[in-house]
């Protein structure tokens, strides 16, 4: 859900096997952190000649070795990069496997040593980014930050990037993780729809039930949202609170401060989450869908709004119809709101990361570093529907009505737009606060409990001495 490991984002597969994996997958990896060679990855310098253009030092024929989550920005992308990546090294053997699976595909690649060279770490079963950054798993991305860009020499890949994507490489206070596509969260709708019936979306609580009823009158629910994973309309919650409270709300947060989740403005927007579900706006049986299928009933026109990131639209492409044009919206401003409703959520996100003991790691390096050039930027907006960390990188390319409408949403919400890490930051609090926030969307927990619920899993987290506290000022 939150970033910088940003745990939340498609493909929540919720497999009793894969919990087991990730209980366990802390420890594992921990006793692993010093497996491999010695002198495995323990240098930038790849062997290759060292120069503006190869700033690590890539030997032209060693193999790359890359693994890529294949959820809702599907993994052709990282092909389209890797295509660019063997333009530049073409005796280089590249070796790609998209999966869903992580962790449990990875793990054993930890434990003996021989990791891949780049993952993008993400999914439901991914590799704990905590425990890989305090075991020393990760390679320090400080030196692929300070090299040349690809597209300028005279200036530094971090003075191309925007600035949320180097707040959220932190990790351990080193720049451990390339979060590299720039998410949009957001109340999404098909325009075309509202268009047909006169709706627009609505600025306040108040227009947003009166929209709701007019068009629960027409047939169709007014919201349907992903049951079994109770982090998207736990987005709505957070979005609402914090425009009502400010972004000292979410930062309290995120630093685990004493009764930060019983804020009066948690509390008022976990109310009116559930004054929605009193009022039957909700699609039945919503509470019970995982978010393929909320989703695609949603392309179906059973339901008008629904929570998501902006993946959505990559996502669904294969089941929406044709004229269907997903857009992105904000949510409602609660009465009393310090912020402007045309601001969100958004966060870097998706975990590209270099193991410390891979073979290649100068390699992963160069990779990544491509990667951030304007041109494989681009082809990833332009295939997935998605802006990437990468300042102008989406000028000149005909972006979608999803991409476009979250381009608008980025540029109107400005310094107003927020982001959250206390998932990423704390990965004991991922699951458990999904659940607790499922269980107020289906009408089991009072605003009250769920307050309390949080603010206990927070404070026991916080108390936890293999937590490493975190403060955002």
């Not at 929540?12 to 919990?19: K, S, Y």
């Not at 594992?28 to 690590?56: H, I, M, W, Y």
């Not at 627009?200 to 709701?212: G, H, I, R, S």
């Not at 790691?361 to 050039?373: D, T, V």
């Amino acid at each position: 859900m939150t970033t910088p490991s940003n745990l939340s984002r498609r493909l929540f597969l919720q497999r009793a096997a894969v919990g087991t994996l990730l209980a366990a997958g802390g420890s594992t990896l921990a006793a692993c952190a010093s497996g491999g060679s010695e002198d495995s990855g323990s240098s930038t310098d790849g062997g290759g000649t060292k120069s503006d253009e190869n700033p690590f030092a890539v030997k032209e024929d060693a193999p790359l070795d890359v693994v890529i989550f294949k959820g809702g920005y599907g993994d052709d992308y990282a092909k389209a990069h890797e295509a660019l990546y063997g333009k530049k090294f073409p005796k280089a053997q590249i070796s790609h496997k998209g999966i869903t699976d992580i962790l449990p595909q990875l793990q054993p690649r930890f434990n003996g040593g021989n990791p891949p060279d780049v993952i993008d770490n993400s999914g439901a079963s991914l590799l704990p980014m905590s425990t890989l950054a305090s075991t020393g798993q990760l390679a320090d991305l400080t030196a692929l930050l300070d090299a040349p860009s690809v597209d300028d020499k005279s200036v530094k890949v971090r003075d191309t990037l925007e600035p949320i994507g180097l707040e959220a490489a932190m990790l351990d206070g080193k720049p451990l993780v390339l979060e590299y596509v720039l998410t949009v969260y957001a109340i999404w709708y098909n325009k075309a729809l509202f268009d047909k019936n006169g709706w627009t979306p609505a600025k306040t609580w108040a227009e947003f039930l009166t929209l709701c009823e007019e068009i629960k009158k027409a047939g169709i629910a007014p919201i349907a949202f992903q049951g079994k994973h109770g982090n998207y309309i736990g987005q709505v919650v957070l979005d609402m609170a914090v425009k009502h409270g400010g972004h000292e709300v979410i930062k309290a947060i995120d630093s685990l401060e004493p009764n930060a989740w019983k804020h009066p403005s948690i509390k008022m927007a976990a109310e009116a989450l559930l004054e929605l579900r009193g009022k039957g706006y909700f699609m039945q049986g919503t509470e019970g869908l995982d978010h393929i299928q909320s989703q695609t009933a949603w392309n179906q026109g059973k339901a008008a709004f629904i929570p998501s990131g902006s993946w959505l639209e990559n996502e669904q492409k294969k089941v929406a119809p044709a004229d269907f044009l997903t857009t992105a919206s904000y949510t409602p401003l609660l009465d009393g709101a310090k912020l402007p409703v045309d601001c969100t959520r958004i966060a870097a996100g998706e975990n590209f990361i270099v193991p410390e003991k891979a073979k290649n790691k100068p390699g992963g390096l160069e990779y990544l570093r491509i990667m951030l050039s304007k041109e494989a930027a681009g082809k990833f907006t332009e295939m997935t529907g998605s802006p990437t960390i990468v300042k102008g990188s989406t000028e000149g390319i005909k972006l979608s009505p999803g991409a476009a409408s979250s381009a608008a949403l980025i540029k109107s919400g400005g310094t107003n737009n927020w982001t959250a890490y206390f998932a990423g930051w704390y990965s004991t609090m991922d699951k458990p606060s999904r659940s607790i926030m499922a269980e107020l969307a289906a009408g089991r927990a009072t605003a009250d409990d769920f307050c309390n619920r949080m603010q206990k899993l927070a404070d026991d987290t916080a108390k936890d001495p293999k937590t490493k506290k975190q403060t955002r000022s």
